[in-house]
């Protein structure tokens, strides 16, 4: 399969060059060129993540070089569950736990996926290949985690000062080796802008092979569609009826992978983005207008995006507003009613839920009753609350479990360099940090 630049059509790659490039040279994102079509009957009885996911992604590495090895790669990333949970008894509404990887967190399955792919792309004797990617909280740890200690790939992971939480933090600065922190004055927009600048300056990419491990990678958000393609495989299994979707948003690459599952076949119905007061995609649904703002800083960090890239690939899959409009549907929740949402989900069903997962929560409840007992709903869980403690446990009043994986990273020592949000900052801490950087 070929996938082309949203922006331009003629600009074309392959699947593994796709991986490696992160970027069109265009400043584009790949989006298939063509999409495969299939249905329940495509996955017979698999039920096993892996083995979904080897189904899932057969077509889009057609006759590329990782495609004898997709089966091996699905194995080695997709080697945790994610559980579907049934709140209540009725079977209406369920909730998608995602956050049973190595860092907790959703960005784990898509942050493995490529790691495993990327590694098996490395040939002996290339230069190092530096993977740059910007973070709101849990992209960076997943990524670090998924790619740390890997020869010949070296990570710079960049998050903007202050606006995570501390364990995410944590989480982003305690590995050293091939990880590279770096804590921009800045926002996660800001970040966000100094990776693609990095991909198109020259001096950088004369220096070393750039590649991206952001959700505008193909490999992050392609891997992300498993989840969703399992998920409603359940549901359409067990109750003959497909699954609606609510998902916390930010950069928009969880929702793509959402819709990008229901495009190929898979039995999804409604699509429900669920956002904080970062309000650029609900407010463009309402108006029409693509007004990306500076982004606020909330409870739900991972959120917190002004300017989301993957609205790109929306936008090339859906030219005319009214059909995305069609496809999706957004709601804005506000700090407060997030704080709220966590204590409900306590009292009303014994569920601790992070900030993200609280937001689809308040999301879900703002559709109509109608809409509500019409569908199957799964509210996607995308973080474990133990991530943050500090705003989840005196809602809750009770403490809240540290999971293994994460016990054992508060014990690692950290390490971060801090820098203004400027590609010229990124360039000199690249060159004072990483060996292949330097002259």
């Not at 329940?40 to 083995?51: I, K, N, Q, S, V």
């Not at 070393?208 to 891997?223: D, H, M, V, W």
């Not at 020592?413 to 400027?422: F, H, K, R, S, V």
């Amino acid at each position: 399969m070929e996938f082309t630049s949203t922006r331009d059509p003629a600009q074309t790659a392959g699947f593994s060059a796709a991986l490696l490039q992160g970027l069109a040279p265009d400043g584009g994102l790949y989006v298939p060129r063509t999409w495969p079509g299939l249905s329940p009957d495509t996955f017979g009885t698999e039920t096993d993540l892996a083995g979904v996911a080897t189904r899932l992604l057969t077509p889009f590495v057609e006759g590329d070089e990782l495609a004898a090895s997709l089966p091996a790669i699905t194995r080695d990333a997709f080697n945790f569950p994610a559980p579907l949970v049934s709140l209540g008894t009725s079977g209406r509404l369920s909730v998608l736990e995602l956050f049973h990887g190595p860092t907790a967190a959703f960005k784990d399955f898509g942050a493995r996926f490529l790691a495993a792919c990327m590694s098996r792309l490395r040939k002996p004797g290339q230069r190092p290949l530096t993977i740059l990617v910007a973070t709101s909280g849990d992209t960076g740890g997943a990524v670090a985690a998924a790619f740390h200690g890997r020869p010949g790939i070296e990570v710079g992971v960049l998050f903007p000062k202050g606006l995570v939480s501390p364990t995410q933090e944590r989480q982003l600065t305690c590995w050293g080796g091939n990880v590279m922190s770096f804590s921009v004055r800045g926002t996660f927009d800001d970040c966000q802008r100094m990776v693609k600048q990095a991909f198109l300056d020259p001096e950088m990419r004369q220096q070393t092979e750039l590649s991206s491990a952001n959700s505008i990678n193909l490999g992050r958000l392609l891997p992300q569609a498993v989840y969703y393609a399992a998920t409603s495989l359940a549901v359409w299994r067990q109750y003959g009826e497909p699954a609606s979707f609510v998902v916390p948003s930010g950069n928009l690459g969880n929702v793509a992978a959402c819709i990008w599952a229901r495009k190929v076949g898979l039995p999804i119905g409604e699509i429900v983005l669920a956002h904080n007061v970062n309000r650029t995609v609900p407010d463009y649904l309402e108006s029409g207008e693509w007004r990306p703002r500076a982004s606020v800083a909330t409870l739900a960090s991972a959120m917190d995006v002004g300017n989301p890239s993957n609205m790109e690939r929306l936008r090339a899959l859906f030219p005319e507003l009214r059909d995305l409009r069609n496809a999706v549907s957004a709601y804005s929740v506000t700090d407060d009613a997030i704080r709220a949402r966590i204590r409900a989900g306590f009292e009303e069903f014994g569920q601790v839920w992070c900030p993200h997962t609280a937001a689809a929560a308040e999301a879900y409840v703002q559709l109509s009753a109608a809409r509500r007992g019409a569908g199957r709903w799964v509210l996607v869980s995308t973080a474990h609350p133990a991530k943050f403690r500090e705003i989840v446990e005196p809602l809750i009043g009770r403490p809240v479990g540290v999971p293994d994986t994460l016990a054992k990273l508060f014990a690692r020592p950290t390490e971060c360099t801090e820098i203004d949000a400027d590609l010229s900052a990124l360039r000199t801490a690249l060159g004072q940090r990483s060996p292949s950087w330097k002259s």
